[in-house]
Structures are given as structure tokens and as C-alpha cells.
């Protein structure tokens, strides 16, 4: 008899059980690409420009890093060579360290003989053409850091654009599932555009810092081969 009395207990308590709600989650994926056809074009052009704008930064990061790597004693070399008047040697030497540095410093050995403002022009002609090898394609994350949020904008504005089009022909009476859609696209597009435009800013930024290094340390070393053009023999 207590057997059937906890049996009789076990479905009555499984009757009252309250039942499970399941949760419902929603991916990121899912999240980005429920705006409608309007905003998933634009999330699909912000992907690229992000892809685009972290190709450009790595791509660049590495040639910079590399541009900067010079051999601590290239100018001792470089020195002792040109005080002995072996410029075939210091030429040679500059040729095997192949950085914006030992370019420039060879184009200044290449003039040696020309008066010293004709050689301080070319060595400046030369660190121009290697500036602007150094930012190459830089500009185009400067041109997506400032792009990317107003695409990301455009796509609010044609969501809200949807949303009202939607309460306007609905006489006000439209339910939220289809109000859903425009809401979708003005936030998603706008959170994504954000996005990428503050990686591309700070990306650009620290290639600008980079760069900057590199132009100082070009600087420097021409100043120390001009001042030993001008050391007395």
C-alpha cells in the first residue's frame, strides 16, 4: 500500500511540474544576417573592407618590421670603408643589406665626388621614393576607418526607412515580427560598421607610428653619412 501511495504521489507532483521553457539562443551569425536583403549586402560589404583593412595592416606590418632591421655596425662599416677610399666595398656592403637605410646610404656614395648639397639632394629624393614605398596602400585604411561607419550608418537608415514604411502601410497597426526586420538591419549595420572602422583606425595609427620609426632612423642615418663627408681628411 506505500508503494502505491508514492507511486500515486510521483504522478501528481509530475502533473503540477511546471513545464520546461527552452531557451532560445541566437548566433552571432544569425544576429548579423537577419536584417533583410538591405542589410545583408551591407554587412557583406563591411566583411570585405575588414578583410581588406586586416590584409592591408599585416601585409604592411611585416614590410615595415623588415625595413627596419638594420645591422648595428652597417655605418662603422660603411665609415671605414669610405675613410679608406674603398667605395666599391662600401657599395657592395650597402647592396647586401637590403633596407631603406643602406639604399639611401648608397645613393649618397654614389655621389661622392659631387658638391655636398648635391648629394644631400639625392639622398633626399632617395627617402622620399622610400617613404612612399613604406606607405603604400596605408591610405586605403585611413580611407576604410572613416568609410565603414557611414556604410554602417546608410544601413541604419534604411532600416528605419523599412520600419516606418512598414508602420505607414499597416495604418499603425503592424505587428513587431515585421517591424523586426528594418530594426535588424539599423542596428546590426551600424554595430558592424563601428567595428570595423575602429580596427582600421588603429590600425592605421600604429602604421603611421612604425613608419615614423622607420623615417627617423633613414633621418639619422643620413645625417651621420653627410657628417662624414664632412670630417676632415
Known amino acids: 500500500m506505500l508503494y502505491v501511495f508514492q507511486q500515486d504521489g510521483l504522478a501528481d507532483a509530475a502533473q503540477n511540474a511546471e513545464p520546461v521553457v527552452e531557451e532560445k539562443t541566437l548566433s552571432l551569425f544569425d544576429l548579423m544576417f537577419s536584417g533583410g536583403l538591405g542589410g545583408q549586402i551591407i554587412i557583406v560589404i563591411l566583411f570585405v573592407l575588414l578583410f581588406v583593412a586586416v590584409y592591408i595592416y599585416f601585409e604592411r606590418l611585416f614590410a615595415i618590421k623588415a625595413a627596419s632591421r638594420v645591422d648595428k655596425n652597417f655605418m662603422l662599416q660603411i665609415k671605414d670603408s669610405v675613410q679608406n677610399g674603398n ?3 662600401a657599395k657592395i656592403r650597402c647592396a647586401q643589406s637590403d633596407s ?10 654614389s655621389r661622392i665626388g659631387s658638391p655636398l648639397e648635391d648629394i644631400n639632394t639625392a639622398i633626399e629624393n632617395a627617402g622620399r621614393l622610400e617613404v612612399y614605398k613604406l606607405e603604400k596602400n596605408v591610405s586605403i585604411l585611413a580611407t576604410i576607418a572613416g568609410a565603414a561607419p557611414m556604410i554602417g550608418f546608410l ?6 526607412v523599412l520600419a516606418f514604411h512598414e508602420l505607414a502601410t499597416s495604418s499603425g497597426q503592424a505587428q513587431m515580427g515585421a517591424l523586426a526586420e528594418g530594426i535588424y538591419t539599423a542596428m546590426t549595420t551600424t554595430v558592424a560598421g563601428l567595428v570595423v572602422g575602429i580596427i582600421a583606425y588603429i590600425g592605421y595609427n600604429h602604421l603611421v607610428v612604425k613608419t615614423d620609426k622607420v623615417v627617423h632612423q633613414m633621418e639619422a642615418t643620413a645625417v651621420d653619412f653627410l657628417d662624414l663627408l664632412n670630417e676632415p681628411a
Open 87 to 89: 667605395i666599391e666595398s
Open 155 to 160: 544601413g541604419t537608415v534604411i532600416g528605419m
Open 100 to 109: 631603406p637605410v643602406a639604399r639611401l646610404t648608397e645613393k649618397g656614395i
